[in-house]
C-alpha cells in the first residue's frame, strides 16, 4: 500500500467514514456512461450485480469511465446562483480514470478527471451546471491493494481462493458558475468488481469551499455519494 497524507485529506477521510454504508443497493445488468437520476441508478445496479473482483491481477492497466451522485448536505457555498437550495440537492458527473499499477510500486496508479458536473436542487428543481474539471491528486492520499485469501476447508468444503482489490484516491480543483467559484475536495474509496477488476464501485465524498469567501468551515457545502467506473 502506498499512502501520502497531508491535513485536508485527513478530514475529508472523517466525511468518507460517514458514508461508507451507501454500498449495499444494487442488482441488474449492463453499465454505461452518462446521464443523471434513473440512468445513474440503473447503471450503478448494473455493475454492482457483478459482484467483487475474486481473481484481482498482479497488475492492472486501463481506461475506466463512469459516473457519479453525490447529495449535498446544505450550506453557504455561494458557487451556485443566488436562490439555489443546497439542502439536500443533487450533483451529478462523470468520471474518467485510468489506471497503471503493478504490485508493490510506490507512485499513484491513478490519474483522470470530474467533469460534466451539475447540481439540482433537491425534488428535482433548478438545476445549475458547474464549469471546470476536478483532477486525480498525487498530493492527496491514495492507495491500490491486492487482497489474497488463501483456499480453505470449512466444514468438510473446500472454499477456493480468492484475490480482491481495494482503492482510495482524491481528486481536487475549481469549479465555477457565473462569477461565484469554488475549491472542491473529493475522496474516492471502494473495491474492484467484475473479473479482473474490469469495475470499480464505491464511495464518495467530500466538499466545495467559496474561493472569495473563506469561513472557518471545513466545507462550505459538503457532498456524499456513489461513483461506478466500467474498464474500456
Not at 492492472?60 to 439555489?84: C, D, H, I, R, V
Not at 467533469?115 to 476536478?134: C, F, K, M, Q, Y
Not at 491500490?144 to 482503492?167: C, K, S, W, Y
Not at 475522496?187 to 467484475?194: D, K, N, V
Request: hydrophobic share 30%; charged share 10%; aromatic share 6%.
Amino acid at each position: 500500500m502506498q499512502t501520502k497524507r497531508i491535513l485536508a485529506a485527513v478530514l475529508s477521510v472523517g466525511i468518507m467514514t460517514a458514508v461508507s454504508g451507501c454500498l449495499s443497493n444494487g442488482t441488474g445488468g449492463g453499465g454505461g456512461g452518462g446521464g443523471t437520476g434513473s440512468d445513474f441508478q440503473t447503471n450503478f445496479d448494473a455493475v454492482s450485480s457483478r459482484g467483487p473482483t475474486s481473481d484481482m491481477p498482479t497488475s492492472l492497466s486501463g481506461n475506466y469511465t463512469g459516473q457519479f451522485k453525490l447529495t449535498t448536505t446544505g450550506g453557504s457555498a455561494e458557487l451556485f446562483e443566488p436562490g439555489f437550495s443546497t439542502d439536500q440537492a443533487e450533483i451529478t458527473g462523470e468520471l474518467d480514470i485510468d489506471v497503471a499499477w503493478t504490485e508493490g510500486q510506490n507512485t499513484n496508479p491513478f490519474s483522470g478527471t470530474a467533469s460534466n458536473i451539475v447540481a439540482t436542487e433537491a425534488g428535482g428543481g433548478n438545476s445549475v451546471a458547474l464549469d471546470g474539471t476536478l483532477s486525480v491528486d498525487d498530493s492527496q492520499p491514495y492507495s491500490l491493494t491486492r487482497n489474497h485469501i488463501p483456499e480453505q476447508v470449512i466444514m468438510g468444503q473446500t472454499v477456493p481462493a480468492t484475490d480482491t482489490g481495494a482503492f482510495l484516491f482524491h481528486m481536487t480543483g475549481e469549479l465555477s458558475h457565473g462569477e461565484n467559484t469554488g475549491d472542491a475536495h473529493m475522496q474516492l474509496g471502494g473495491t474492484f468488481f467484475g473479473p479482473g477488476g474490469n469495475a470499480m464501485v464505491g464511495s464518495m465524498s467530500g466538499g466545495i469551499n467559496d474561493v472569495d469567501n473563506p469561513t472557518p468551515q471545513v466545507f462550505d457545502v459538503g457532498a456524499s455519494g456513489q461513483f461506478f467506473t466500467n474498464k474500456q
